[in-house]
């Protein structure tokens, strides 16, 4: 396995960053940490990147120990931190240059496995980064946590603050990076990315919620999912948390999505009860359900444990 974790535990005082969490990622994997902020998906990229120890458990990275051979980690993998962390004062080839002598390498030796993306930034290679786009900054930053060919690629929420064509460009460089066999572990709080991974870990409050592939995952949600919609939004937000038969119920673009207690349920029960609440324009409609949706089921469900 190109990493391995086994009950690995951190705490900050008193807040438990990370409780207990165990997975492991194939090599080749491109693999997704999914969770909201303050989940803990930071933390833990942290400490498989040798810059924090945890308080409990092990780990290792391409064979190597976070602990006892941190320095044979750093060698052999890339991280892209959330932050932007270059040197914004050097141009876009002073930053590589700098990254490549550090591992003791050129842009020329690895200049096969940046070329897709280094010629989208090459015009603005005497540019300073610190004046780069917000996509164009994600692409030098991936380009010099690429330039020593590592062996697992970190990246940490990548594409927040970057727009749509952007991400999508990224993700496409990522599919491109999985096939010369270069493991990747991603977090993201974007769910519609998660549908991109190979495989998912849904994580909230520093625990694992659920591993598997993103359609296994949908597929093992275990309510019938409605969606909802009325003229009058926030009124049927408040009607439907009011009403008996809710099991669960959130916005959900345009609509609210609606979880009933019981199989039994029938959508013209909550057509009638709309009606009543002077609801118009009812829309009542079976639907499948998402990556949010069951990460929404678990994450209440782990809640309720807490308490």
């Known amino acids: 396995m190109s990493i391995i974790l086994n009950n690995i535990s951190k705490s900050y005082g008193k807040v438990k960053a990370m409780d207990d969490i165990s997975f492991e990622v194939k090599p080749g994997?491109?693999?997704?940490?999914?969770?909201?902020?303050?989940?803990?998906?930071?933390t833990l990229f942290r400490i498989l990147t040798t810059l924090l120890i945890q308080d409990e458990g092990?780990?290792?990275?391409?064979?190597?120990d976070v602990l006892k051979q941190y320095k044979e980690i750093r060698n052999h993998v890339g991280y892209m931190p959330g932050r932007f962390s270059l040197?914004?004062?050097l141009t876009v080839e002073e930053n590589l240059n700098f990254f490549?002598?550090?591992?003791?390498?050129?842009?020329?030796?690895?200049?096969?496995?940046?070329?897709?993306?280094?010629?989208?930034?090459e015009p603005f290679k005497n540019r300073r980064a610190g004046k780069l786009s917000g996509g164009m900054k994600q692409k030098l930053a991936l380009c010099c946590a690429l330039i020593h060919k590592p062996k697992v690629l970190f990246l940490d929420e990548p594409?927040?603050?970057?727009d749509p064509v952007s991400r999508k460009e990224f993700w496409e460089m990522l599919k491109r990076l999985q096939k010369k066999d270069i493991t990747i572990l991603v977090s993201t709080p974007y769910m519609d990315e998660a549908e991109l991974c190979d495989r998912i870990a849904l994580i909230t409050d520093g625990k694992i919620l659920e591993i598997n592939s993103p359609?296994?995952?949908?597929?093992?949600?275990?309510?019938?999912?409605?969606k909802v919609r009325t003229s009058q939004t926030y009124q049927l937000i408040m009607d439907l948390r009011s009403y008996p038969e809710t099991h669960s119920a959130y916005p959900f673009g345009e609509y609210l999505h609606f979880t009933p207690k019981t199989a039994s349920?029938?959508?013209e029960d909550l057509e009638k009860y709309l009606k009543q609440r002077?609801?118009?324009?009812?829309?009542?409609?079976?639907?499948?359900?998402?990556?949010?949706?069951?990460?929404?089921?678990?994450s209440r469900a782990n809640e309720l444990m807490s308490k």
């Open 265 to 267: 349920f029938l959508a």
């Open 58 to 64: 092990s780990a290792s990275v391409a064979g190597y």
């Open 215 to 226: 359609e296994a995952i949908k597929a093992s949600f275990p309510k019938k999912i409605y």
């Open 29 to 42: 994997e491109l693999f997704g940490l999914i969770g909201p902020d303050g989940a803990g998906k930071t």
């Open 100 to 121: 490549a002598t550090i591992f003791g390498t050129t842009i020329v030796e690895n200049y096969d496995l940046i070329k897709d993306i280094y010629v989208q930034i």
């Open 159 to 162: 594409t927040t603050g970057v």
């Open 87 to 89: 040197y914004q004062d």
């Open 278 to 298: 002077q609801h118009k324009d009812i829309e009542v409609m079976e639907t499948v359900a998402t990556i949010e949706d069951t990460f929404m089921d678990l």
